[in-house]
């Protein structure tokens, strides 16, 4: 089912799998298009990959993400 893009990286924050328009999680692990820029760690913190400017859609979803865990107001 289709899932907003903000949504999805609230999804990825509870560990729920969601797919939106080129952003996708499985509850573990986030994806801007196939690359990754969310990973949950073995304790089960949620960590960004941020290396700068990729493209304007990838940046946007990697500040989502960051929103979603509180790494940015």
Known sequence: ???RNKQV???WKK???AKG???STDGQNLYSYQKLIGY???DGKKHVIDNGYISKTTSRHVNQAKRAIG???
């Open 21 to 23: 328009s080129n952003v």
């Open 71 to 73: 790494k940015l107001k």
């Open 40 to 42: 949950t760690d073995m």
């Open 1 to 3: 089912m289709y899932t």
């Open 9 to 11: 990286a609230q999804s």
């Open 15 to 17: 560990g729920i799998s």
